[in-house]
């Protein structure tokens, strides 16, 4: 079964998003506190990860970056309510792709596709 790992400071965002993927057959874990979410992360454990981008204590792009040095391969998806600076991101992530980025609020059909997209991608 495909697992999934949420982590967004908001409990509403992260308990929705669950069941959204849950419901389509998705093994989803959470956390609202992306320090704590490190501390539990394992290699080879997710297939996806996603986190939003403005959290208190670390952001999703340290977030990020702790996370690919525990699992280098695991994939990500970075959610956000704001906008983004692409352009930005690519010179700092050049590995990141403009899909890897979803807006909140998020449709539940937008956030599955999104999901399973991710996932094919080798």
Sequence with gaps: MTRILIVDDEADITLSFKMILEGSGFK??????????????????????????????MDGFQLYEELKKIDDKVKVVFITAFDINYEGLRKMYPELR???????????????????????RP
């Design 28 to 57: 989803v874990d959470t956390y609202n506190d992306p320090v704590q979410a490190t501390g539990n992360f394992k290699s080879g454990v997710y297939d996806l990860v996603i986190l939003d981008i403005r959290m208190p204590k």
């Design 98 to 120: 403009i899909d890897s980025f979803v807006r909140k609020p998020v449709d539940s059909e937008y956030l599955i596709n999104v999901v399973k997209d991710e996932l094919r």
